[in-house]
């Protein structure tokens, strides 16, 4: 069977815990390239076993810099990117091959389905999660943002929902989703030190994270867990901005 002529870019950093049930859904594809910023586990490892699979060791430049650097490697224009921590439904990998790749102008987004704590959440800031993951690296690519990278969608362009899914299994515990919020509030503070900040400024931001994500988008009909992700969201808008202030206070 013939494999599919896109390429398939992934970041990675101790992510061994699903590597192999990412790469399992993978494997209809042409070329898999890992790019691993500083693994300590058997993530290199693992990967190496699959034939389609190639792995490129990089330093961490930001998730958008490193994003875009993962599409220059790729041999092939067309560029799907999953994290390594997305499992690609069968239905999806089947839509995927049935574009018409000549369309170099088209970008595609998917619909992602995110886990919390073994339970699918399909409320709060979490659900609906529409992303654009499959484009044309000769027509765009992934911004330049540290962090909150997003493709970028070319004046007029409109993406095309594709039918299908892919599991994300984001967070598995309290514990990781307040190490990850602690991480990701670090990083984006750094690449932010000089936008404006204050103390009102993280209160109100906090306050409105926690009323869309728990209210607005219903995240109290997900139970506790909408609770967690709400009260999670305040607070990662919360120290986000306090840690611009106190960058900026230290300089």
Known sequence: MSKIPISVTILTR?????????LDSLKKFDEVVIVDNGSTDATILLSQKYEN??????????????KRKAAQLAKHDWIFSVDSDEVIGDNLV???????LSLIESVYSINRRNFFSGKEIKHSSWSPDILV??????????????????????????????EGSFKHYSMGSIDEIVSKMNSYTTMYAEANRDKKSSVLKAVVHAYLAFMKAYFIRL?????????????MAANGCFVKYMKIVDLQERQ
């Open 219 to 231: 995240g109290f009909l997900d139970g506790w867990r909408g609770l967690v992700i709400a009260v």
């Open 14 to 22: 101790n992510s061994e815990q699903f590597i192999e049930e990412v």
């Open 53 to 66: 699979v190639t792995v490129r060791i990089e330093e961490f430049i930001g998730f958008g810099p490193l």
């Open 94 to 100: 089947d839509n995927i091959a049935n574009i018409d």
């Open 133 to 162: 993951r499959l484009f044309n690296k000769t027509y765009t690519n992934y911004n330049s943002s540290y962090v909150h990278e997003k493709v970028v969608r070319p004046k007029g362009c409109q993406p095309i929902l594709l």
